[in-house]
């Protein structure tokens, strides 16, 4: 079968707590045909995490120097932290037919939205609000004002969730995993996305 001409963009969200990274690390170990775009951050990263693995740590300064030079798809200051995704890296890969997942925060997806219409939006949210509180805490990472910080920005971010194409509830890894890749082979089984295959016909 002939490659896709241009990869399908896909942008996951979620609230803080809800378990993204360890929902993506799955769908990545049952498909190894997608990009997974590696984001930069200003925040400290947490125990466990690694530089260029779950984020590109940058600091301040560098971070506001690629906003001036125009080297971001979107970027956003969330918690007083900025995140972004570089644009470079992002064609490259859908130029070469590949998948390219980001892991963005509602006000980023908007962006990629504005800029990238073709998109697809996928909402992760856990079983319930109740879950989501049980989750930050037993992380043991924060300070109890943060998690209610953390709490409040998941509410606001709630509101966003009907613009999204579509939505994953996170109660078991594995099984948010494989909604993940069922929405992603929808996707690559549409229309517009398989016109490469009957040509010459």
Do not use: W
Not at 92 to 113: C, H
């Amino acid at each position: 079968m002939k490659k896709k001409q241009r990869g399908q963009l896909i942008v996951l969200s979620g609230p803080s707590g809800v378990g993204k990274s360890t929902v993506i690390a799955e769908l990545l170990s049952l498909r190894d045909d997608i990009h997974f775009s590696v984001s930069f951050t200003t925040r400290t990263p947490r125990t466990g995490e690694a530089d260029g693995v779950n984020y590109s740590f940058v600091t301040r300064e560098h971070f506001e120097g690629m906003i001036a030079g125009n080297e971001l798809l979107e970027y956003a200051e969330y918690v007083n932290n900025y995140y972004g995704t570089s644009l470079k890296v992002i064609n490259e890969k859908l130029d070469e037919g590949i998948d390219v997942l980001l892991d963005i925060e509602v006000k980023g997806a908007a962006a990629v939205k504005t800029k990238c219409p073709e998109a697809v939006l996928i909402f992760i949210i856990p079983p319930s609000f109740e879950e989501l509180s049980r989750r930050l805490k037993n992380r043991n990472s924060d300070e109890d004002d943060v998690i209610a910080s953390r709490l409040q920005t998941a509410r606001e971010e709630y509101r966003e969730i009907p613009h999204y194409d579509y939505l994953v509830v996170n109660d078991k890894v594995s099984a948010a995993a494989l909604e993940l890749e069922a929405i992603l082979t929808a996707e690559a089984c549409r229309t517009k996305n398989r016109l490469n295959l009957i040509e010459g016909v």
